[in-house]
């Protein structure tokens, strides 16, 4: 007797369960949109680290930035501006006071189901000041602890993602 349908995989356009092809990203873009921000937000885990805990003044600082899905389906975050992700020293974005300009244009941060993004930047280990008016100035920091943080940069009053270690400088 012959099947009245093919099996699943045999033909070119086959497709999953759901009704998408399998390898399309315009399906998995349509999925994403199904999950409520809230939760898409919730399942983003940012982990952040530096290659050591103690610098000297002046020292370069590695910093490893980690952005993961951590559900199986894929998920999309807006974010209010282009800035997708960013790093703060003490709370100063890229460890400087001076003004910074990113296009309004809303973005998203897209995730395939579990994966992975990772990011690393280099901090020269200097604070950035801007004085009288748009004199910018190069500023060793002193002595003690300092918080990195790296976060996702969402439009939420709580920061949305993120993740924070502490570093010393001697």
């Known amino acids: 007797m012959e ?7 045999t033909e070119p356009n086959s497709s999953d369960e759901l009704g998408f092809d399998r390898d399309s990203r315009a399906s998995a873009r349509v999925l994403a949109r199904v999950v409520p921000h809230a939760l898409a937000r919730r399942a983003i885990d940012v982990s952040v680290a530096t290659d050591r805990d103690v610098y000297e003044r002046d020292e370069p600082v590695e910093i490893t930035a980690t952005f ?3 559900l ?4 999309e975050l807006p974010t209010p501006t ?4 960013g790093w703060t020293v003490d709370g100063e974005l890229e460890a400087s006071d001076e ?8 973005a998203t941060v897209d995730f395939r189901g579990g ?6 930047v280099t901090w020269n280990g200097r604070l950035v000041r801007t004085r009288h008016g748009n004199q910018r100035e190069s500023v060793l920091p002193e002595p003690g602890e300092y918080e990195i943080r790296a976060f996702v940069a969402t439009r939420e009053v ?3 993602p993120s993740d924070s270690t502490t570093i010393a400088i001697r």
């Open 68 to 70: 993961e899905n951590r």
């Open 115 to 120: 994966e992975q993004k990772r990011v690393s």
């Open 158 to 160: 709580d920061g949305g």
């Open 72 to 75: 199986p389906i894929p998920v």
């Open 99 to 106: 003004r910074r300009y990113v296009r309004a244009r809303p």
């Open 82 to 85: 282009q800035r997708r992700w």
């Open 3 to 9: 099947r009245s349908r093919p099996r699943r995989g």
